[in-house]
């Protein structure tokens, strides 16, 4: 039976002496990849010009504000207060702790300020990084279940999974669930989305990206058990994940529906 799989997998890819290199950092580092080859595969098909030095920009800017941003939500809203008592532990992210929601606010942050260095209108890059991102999105959950984190609440479905740390019971791997559903689902409606003629107005594909993972993550909370330090919010309501999502949805269905009311063209550089 498959509810009798045993996680056994090592969050270790390879050691160096003092140096320890895990899957997880190794998944953002690809996915940072990816996602880059993806927006400028896509920004060819578009015809928008947009050169390689000033893509790797954009990038880099994304990933660090996406790192900075992605620990400070975490710290703020998952940390429970112990991070305020160990400052020095908010620095300390090889013990894990990354928000998704605020990876998603200073990506956007780090990846405006990359644009108005070179000169490209945040919106189309926008658009081209979340078509992307979707790739991002499944290679880091899948290492969240390399390392055997962030499980499920128990079941006798047959593809449950024994984790070490989650005790002597299957669970739901709602960390494949994840990477299905804001991962594979989402690359292939993001990348029949951007193949459409006419092509879709600045914006739209940022609204459907926030709006599905917003709903995503919502439904995956319910089997997904929340943080142990937070446990569940308003009297065994909803999580902090859920509370964090919906307002994701609310702005990315207001962001469809402006944007194809605005029907902008997609564009690379800035007027003026």
């Known amino acids: 039976m498959l509810n009798e799989l045993y996680h056994s997998l090592d969050p270790v890819a390879f050691s160096a002496g003092p140096i320890t290199v895990y899957w997880y950092g190794i998944s953002y580092i690809v996915g940072a990849v990816l996602?880059?080859?993806?927006?400028?595969?896509?920004?060819?098909?578009?015809?928008?010009?947009?050169?390689?030095?000033?893509?790797?920009?954009?990038?880099?800017?994304?990933?660090?504000?996406?790192?900075?941003?992605?620990?400070?939500?975490?710290?703020?809203?998952?940390?429970d207060g112990y991070y305020f008592e160990h400052p020095l532990e908010i620095l300390a992210t090889n013990h894990g702790g990354m928000s998704f929601h605020g990876g998603l606010v200073g990506g956007i942050v780090g990846g405006v300020l990359a644009c108005r260095l070179c000169r490209l209108s945040a919106w189309t890059v926008a658009d081209l990084a979340v078509i992307g991102a979707p790739v991002a999105l499944a290679l880091g959950r899948c290492a969240n279940f390399v390392n055997g984190e962030l499980w499920g609440k128990p079941t006798d479905l047959p593809w449950g999974v024994v984790f070490e740390s989650g005790g002597d019971v299957a669970r739901h791997p709602s960390q494949l669930y994840e990477a299905l559903l804001e991962g594979v689902l989402l690359f292939i409606v993001m990348q029949a989305l951007s193949r459409r003629k006419p092509l879709l107005p600045q914006g739209t594909f940022m609204g459907v990206f926030v709006a599905w993972y917003g709903v995503a993550r919502i439904l995956v909370e319910f089997v997904r058990v929340p943080d142990a330090q937070l446990g569940y919010l308003f009297g065994g309501v909803v999580t902090m994940g859920q509370l964090l999502s919906a307002p994701l949805v609310v702005a990315g269905v207001a962001l469809i529906v402006y944007a194809l009311r605005a029907k902008r063209p997609q564009r690379d550089y800035l007027e003026g």
């Open 35 to 79: 996602t880059g080859v993806v927006m400028y595969r896509t920004q060819r098909r578009w015809g928008l010009g947009i050169s390689v030095d000033d893509l790797m920009t954009v990038v880099i800017g994304v990933v660090f504000g996406l790192l900075i941003g992605g620990r400070l939500f975490y710290v703020l809203f998952y940390g």
